[in-house]
């Protein structure tokens, strides 16, 4: 029997495998055992799968249908708050100065070390709730603020647990190597993370992931590809952060070790970006961590200019407090002048691939994952055009209503 019938939308949109969009007016999509079977118009769908058959139905009248976002770069499991420091920000402190006085990732690791797993748990489930309710159905999640084993193994472990409990499909990374904790050395602390903290989080099998902040004052490319190809030893697949307020050659070293994605790149140059092209390595671009930093944004320009698709993500942190991957396309649209149907499939289909998801997430087409979006909008360039509300009313993951306003 078919679980949904989605019928009579002004659009239905959805990214092509051949780097297209197609847009199907007055549009249904049809899903069956979480899988989708049929887009098309309302007709010829129901005319298959009548919605009076189907175990749910949603009328889109006067909506429009997206495939379900994926974020692909979030820290979203932490405890604490560090909204003081955006007041100091606005007041002309730097991040790096903030950082540098104790504040920032480190202040974020000592609340987090303190907080139990059962209190990391619940308020990953609230972010997550917030998350879907903008159409989010698969996202990124991080470890990163324990730089210890004890916490980034409770860290993941709630991750894990969330994911168990919640809709969204959460996608876990280790990601140890984000800073250095306080009175330690750099090259001692890359020790523990390749010696204790790597064996203890694949041996229970908790990562899918490795990720490693490859930045100035923080891990060099040597210490990040020493990291990196270690997880891979250990099954888990790279990732890093590279290029963003100086270019060390973090981009150079995703493309020499085959990682899934290189994310930030604000400083990354041609050569980078054609690199990284060339190495099938997903560019994240994070225009909501320029927007919370008040800084410049990734050229998004200069990758579409080299043929190197790139997908946005939220960034979601203490530093960056966003959860909606709506803020993040209208940012990506006036922020880095993306346009909105390439905005739209930087937050799907090139999102999958930066968590390397090819099994058609992030597209609406047949044998693709049940995944999408009704937003109350009337064309999908209304989805930035129309900022700072919440355009998404019906979310469905897998063929089922998992939200709806």
Known sequence: MTDLVVHNAAQVTTPTDDGGMMTTQDGAVAIEDGVIVAVGPTDEVTREYPEENATDAVDAAGKTVLPGFVDPHTHAVFAGDRADEFTAKLKGAEYQDILEEGGGILRTVRATREASRDRLVESLLARLDVMLAHGTTTVEVKSGYGLDVETEMKMLEAIGEAADRHPIDVVPTFMGAHAVPDDTDTDAYIDRVVEEQLPAVTANDLAEFCDIFCEAGVFSVDHSRRVLEAGQEHGLKPKIHADEFERLGGSQLAADIGATSADHLLQSTEADITALGEANVTPVLLPGTAFSLATDYADATAFEAADVP??????????????SMEFAIELACNGMRMSPASAIRSATVTAANAIDRTDGTGILRENSPGDL???????YQHLPYNFGVQNVQTVVKRGEVVRHD
């Open 373 to 379: 979006i009704v937003a109350d909008v009337p064309d």
């Open 310 to 323: 790139v997908a946005i993500a939220t960034d979601f942190n203490p530093n960056c407090y966003s959860q």
